[in-house]
T-cell receptor, first 110, second 114 residues
Framework: RKEVEQDPGPFNVPEGATVAFNCTYS??????FFWYRQDCRKEPKLLMS???SGNEDGRFTAQLNRASQYISLLIRDSKLSDSATYLC???????????FGIGTKLQVIP | DAGITQSPRYKITETGRQVTLMCHQT?????MFWYRQDLGHGLRLIYY?????ITDKGEVPDGYVVSRSKTENFPLTLESATRSQTSVYFC?????WGTGYGYTFGSGTRLTVV
């Protein structure tokens, strides 16, 4: 089993839709979790951290479910500019234990 | 401008040649990293550095060499390039230890080995 698993998609959604991605992780000792956004042929950029209590930033909500070992990203009122690949990042302690998922591709359609 | 810059942006080289990818950051971040990104894989850590003259292997270090004589520079050398090293290489820096938070990536180097 991979340490971090994501559905690669693509998720094709119309503008204004709500879309959610999940990311599962295998190491129950994982300590911190993040979502990064990567535009086509660009570098990854931090989108938001994921806390046990949940984290909301505008139209984006990230949540952590430790019992089931997954994190989620919810995007409300999708915009064309949200089209990108969303990378899940899990840290199990130390830089050698920072694991990136393969990413979920989102395409928002007019 | 402050930031992290990589050069070259694109590189085509032949099998067996030595290639060096450059990375320069202006924040004086202690930690620097080299990742490669390939289809079907997440970013994979090649090497990282906690400070000048301190480097350590990541998940996929074979065939690569790094050095860090100055805090701001972290070059990655492919000693004898192979086709399997065709990839997109990202350099990153961070001021904190032990977390994925606050990684700032360079714009990447697309390397093709023919």
């Amino acid at each position: 089993r991979k340490e971090v698993e994501q559905d690669p998609g693509p998720f094709n959604v119309p503008e204004g839709a709500t879309v959610a991605f999940n990311c599962t992780y295998s190491n129950s000792a994982s300590q911190s979790f993040f979502w990064y956004r990567q535009d086509c042929r660009k570098e990854p950029k931090l989108l938001m951290s994921v806390y046990s209590s949940g984290n909301e930033d505008g139209r984006f909500t990230a949540q952590l479910n430790r019992a089931s070992q997954y994190i989620s990203l919810l995007i409300r009122d999708s915009k064309l500019s949200d089209s990108a690949t969303y990378l899940c990042v899990v840290n199990s302690g130390g830089y050698q234990k920072v694991t990136f998922g393969i990413g979920t591709k989102l395409q928002v359609i007019p | 401008d402050a930031g992290i810059t990589q050069s070259p942006r694109y590189k085509i080289t032949e099998t067996g040649r030595q290639v060096t990818l450059m990375c320069h950051q202006t924040w004086s971040h202690s930690y620097m990293f080299w990742y490669r990104q390939d289809l079907g894989h997440g970013l994979r850590l090649i090497y990282y550095s906690a400070a000048a003259d301190i480097t350590d292997k990541g998940e996929v270090p074979d065939g690569y060499v790094v050095s860090r004589s100055k805090t701001e520079n972290f070059p990655l050398t492919l000693e004898s390039a192979t086709r399997s090293q065709t990839s997109v290489y990202f350099c990153a820096s961070s001021e904190s230890w032990g977390t994925g938070y606050g990684y700032t990536f360079g714009s990447g180097t697309r390397l093709t080995v023919v």
